[in-house]
């Protein structure tokens, strides 16, 4: 059961989350995620607003929020980089026709990396798939055991569509600092209408000041609206 977003609540995890090692790490995730439903609700609200336009669901996954945008969508890009989820998530969206999955990271430059899964991957692999990151520093992931993945430089294929972006959620296990310090200084970022970002400091420490600088950016940017409490 969800805990309720009290003031009280709000203000113990602010505070505890500020404590040295897993402890703090702990609290980050569990302040996180008091915000989680009200994020939620905000990209319903998004999406029923601007019904028939383009959404991109950047680390869809098996594709439980690209079902939802493309019950709104004219047309939703959903990126899945790693080819086991990738050939799932076709798999479970194979009655939509205005979905296009695109078996790539969403990234800087275009290449190929190394994507990183869990230990536990072969034994769930439905479960596990969700912490796969392009990023070796996640605490959660097995470096010994690589997969090989394409990577597509973002902002080019925003600028390729030529045309505006009604969401973008980005849930890109730690991908998402570096991804977003390109794009908040990129003009391409003017053309979408709602950004949902999941950030995952508490995963990755080492980027926890980046992600606390990308909060305070976004925070000064009219447009897009920007909400980084997507979990």
């Known amino acids: 059961m969800a805990k ?8 113990k995890y602010r505070i505890l989350q500020t404590l040295p090692g897993n402890t703090g790490l702990r609290y ?6 008091l915000f989680a439903g009200r994020a939620e609700a905000q990209m319903r609200a998004a999406l029923a607003a601007a019904p028939g336009g383009i959404c991109i669901d950047l680390g869809a996954n098996v594709g439980q929020h690209t ?5 709104h969508a004219g047309m939703v890009y959903a990126f899945e ?14 009655d939509l026709g205005n979905v296009t999955v695109i078996e ?21 692999p439905e479960m596990q798939s969700q912490s796969s990151s ?21 902002t080019a294929f925003l600028e390729a569509l030529d045309s505006d972006i009604a969401v973008l959620k980005m849930d890109i296990e730690g991908a998402e600092v570096a991804l977003l310090e390109k794009l908040f200084d990129h003009p391409v970022l003017s053309r979408i209408g709602h950004v949902f970002v999941e950030t995952h400091e508490s ?3 080492e980027l926890a000041p980046r992600s606390e600088a990308l909060r305070r950016r976004s925070r000064n940017i009219a447009h897009p609206v920007i909400n980084m409490d997507w979990k």
């Open 203 to 205: 995963r990755i420490p």
């Open 28 to 33: 980050r995730r569990k302040y996180l995620k």
């Open 81 to 94: 980089p790693d080819p086991w989820t990738a050939a799932r998530l076709r798999e479970n969206l194979a």
């Open 104 to 124: 790539a990271a969403a990234g800087t430059e275009n290449g190929s990396t190394a994507l990183f899964r869990t230990a536990e991957f072969n034994a769930d």
């Open 67 to 71: 079902r939802t945008m493309a019950a």
């Open 4 to 11: 309720r977003n009290t003031l009280l609540r709000r203000l």
């Open 134 to 154: 392009i990023v070796a520093e996640k605490r959660n992931v097995d470096t010994a055991h690589p997969v090989k993945v394409q990577v597509l430089d973002f």
